[in-house]
Structure formats: C-alpha cells, structure tokens
T-cell receptor, first 109, second 117 residues
Framework: GQNIDQPTEMTATEGAIVQINCTYQTSGFNGLFWYQQHAGEAPTFLSYNVLDGLEEKGRFSSFLSRSKGYSYLLLKELQMKDSASYLCAVMDSNYQLIWGAGTKLIIKP | GAVVSQHPSWVICKSGTSVKIECRSLDFQATTMFWYRQFPKQSLMLMATSNEGSKATYEQGVEKDKFLINHASLTLSTLTVTSAHPEDSSFYIC?????????????FGEGSRLTVL
C-alpha cells in the first residue's frame, strides 16, 4: 500500500531551526510537496521537489532523497506565525497526490 | 500566484437539506479540480477529481449520489452535498492545477466549513 509518514507534533523555540521529516512508500513518484496549513484554513504551497537535493526558498528549505524515500522541510529563524500544520504529499505514478497526516508545529517564545 | 475562490466559507444547514459549494479559478483555466474533505486534526482526504466537461472520478468509499460534482466550465466546479446529515459536517476544500499534471503546484480555495444540525 501507499504510505506517508511524518511526526504528529513537534515543538520548537522562536528564532530556532526545526526539521520536519517525511518518509514515503508510493506506487511511483512524480514529485513531493510540502504545504503549510493554519488551523481552520486551506493549505498553502511551500515547496515542490522532484530531483534529489536541497531547494531553498527564504527561511524554508526542502530536501529530497528518492533512493531513501525521504524528505525534510527545514524552517529557520522560526517565528510565532510559523505555528501550523505541515503536510507532506507525494504524487504517485498516476499523478494522484498521497497526503501525509501532517505535523503540527508548536512554536514557543 | 493563481487564485482559487471557494464559496461559501461557512454554511449551517438542517439535516436532510442540500448544500452547494462553488469553486472558481479566478485568473486561470482549470481543466482539473479536486475536492477534499478534512475532519478535525486529520489530513486531507481526496473525494473526487473533477474534469471539465466530463463526469467526476470519485475515490473509493465516496458516494457519487450524495456528493454531486459538476464541472461545467473551465473556471467553475461545484460540489453539492445532498440530503446532508450531521456526519457530513466537515471542512471541504477544492483545489486546481494550473498546468500539466506533472508540474505539481495545487492552488487551494479557502475551504468551506459545513455544519449539519
């Protein structure tokens, strides 16, 4: 079966760095996405990785290793507004998105 | 970025009534739109894939006759929850893809929170 695993919840301190991991097992691979979702709101796109390596976009970076079925989202200089759920999603061989359950990130002052 | 507008944001209805939710792509043509539902503290669950001018493709376990999807134009898809019951109370979200299916980014509507009394 297809499976996306990510931690349920993480806590970090304002100004610090946090890494949210995602491992996946899917039928084929056509890219991995990270979305941010604040409570009660729709997800917003953060990143898309289809090749191995690190993609940097401001305070957020996303890494992919296809051979390991592994990705992480790195958030630097954490701000209180970064408190949200972070969803990992993989596009399979049928171009369907398989969603992880999300990681709730709690930022403390 | 591309804008997807969803309406209404909040809806409360009585059990047994039908509710229609609209999803519009405001500045691009969306040949494919997706409908999700999300229960509290859970991930997005794909309900159906809506293709312009054709019947929607429903995920396993989603009742076609209960969740009617119409994608009559390249900028509008609608989801109608028929004969709604309290267990249908959920957060419904639509999304649209702007280009070829292998390029990825989905743009989401604001979501519609349905409460069935």
């Amino acid at each position: 079966g297809q499976n996306i695993d990510q931690p349920t919840e993480m806590t970090a301190t304002e100004g610090a760095i946090v890494q949210i991991n995602c491992t996946y097992q899917t039928s084929g691979f056509n890219g991995l996405f990270w979305y941010q979702q604040h409570a009660g709101e729709a997800p917003t796109f953060l990143s898309y990785n289809v090749l191995d390596g690190l993609e940097e976009k401001g305070r957020f970076s996303s890494f992919l290793s296809r051979s390991k079925g592994y990705s992480y989202l790195l958030l630097k200089e954490l701000q209180m507004k970064d408190s949200a759920s972070y969803l990992c999603a993989v596009m399979d061989s049928n171009y369907q998105l398989i969603w992880g359950a999300g990681t709730k990130l709690i930022i403390k002052p | 970025g591309a804008v997807v507008s969803q309406h209404p944001s909040w809806v409360i209805c009585k059990s047994g009534t039908s509710v229609k939710i609209e999803c519009r792509s405001l500045d691009f043509q969306a040949t494919t739109m997706f409908w999700y539902r999300q229960f509290p503290k859970q991930s997005l669950m794909l309900m159906a894939t809506s293709n312009e001018g054709s019947k929607a493709t429903y995920e396993q376990g989603v009742e076609k006759d209960k969740f009617l999807i119409n994608h009559a134009s390249l900028t509008l898809s609608t989801l109608t929850v028929t004969s709604a019951h309290p267990e249908d109370s959920s957060f419904y979200i639509c999304s649209a893809r702007t280009s070829g299916r292998d390029t990825g980014e989905l743009f989401f509507g604001e979501g519609s929170r349905l409460t069935v009394l």
